[in-house]
């Protein structure tokens, strides 16, 4: 399960087939890890539909609970400017 959470962690939040292309592990084991990590509100799902070249791709995204990814190197907008 650390591998999977490591693997959210660096990447945002991935697709469940995304996950068990990139980690190397079988889809329904990447499946059940997930349903443990999130009855235990260490991941949150949310089911998807997308299209790709007029596919239909239905999947379940996967994302940290709590985590927010550190902000991008850069200048900021003048909105962001606005409400500091």
């Not at 592990?25 to 443990?36: G, P």
């Amino acid at each position: 399960m650390n591998e999977i959470l490591q693997y959210l962690k660096n990447h945002g939040e991935r697709l469940d087939t995304d996950i068990a292309e990139a980690t190397g592990i079988s889809l329904a084991t990447v499946r059940l890890r997930l349903a443990e990590l999130a009855a235990k509100c260490e991941v949150v799902a949310c089911h998807s539909i997308r299209f790709k070249k007029g596919k239909r791709i239905e999947g379940t995204i996967y994302r940290i609970a709590g985590y927010t990814p550190p902000a991008a190197p850069g200048r900021k907008s003048k909105a962001q400017l606005k409400l500091s």
